[in-house]
């Protein structure tokens, strides 16, 4: 698993999950979960599919290891 900060265009940090390996075989998948408000919770799902692709997953704005600052009118910032 691989966690990394994603800086948006806004200045804005979001928390990021990255499991699975890219291989020619294998499809990348973004996980968006419900909200709003509400951190990750799919790592357990992520867990059961990443040996069949490669799994991305985040916080959303403002939760989890999330930041809330930056403009909330940039369309990349998950607002919630």
Not at 17 to 42: I, R
């Amino acid at each position: 698993m691989t966690a990394a900060m994603i800086e948006l265009d806004d200045g804005a940090q979001l928390r990021t999950w990255t499991t699975g390996s890219a291989t020619p075989q294998t499809v990348p998948l973004v996980m968006v979960h419900g909200g709003p408000g509400v951190p990750d919770y799919l790592a357990p799902v992520a867990g059961i599919i990443d040996d069949l692709c490669l799994v991305h997953r985040y916080d959303q704005r403002g939760t989890g290891g999330s930041s809330w600052e930056g403009s909330t009118r940039s369309p990349a910032t998950f607002r919630t």
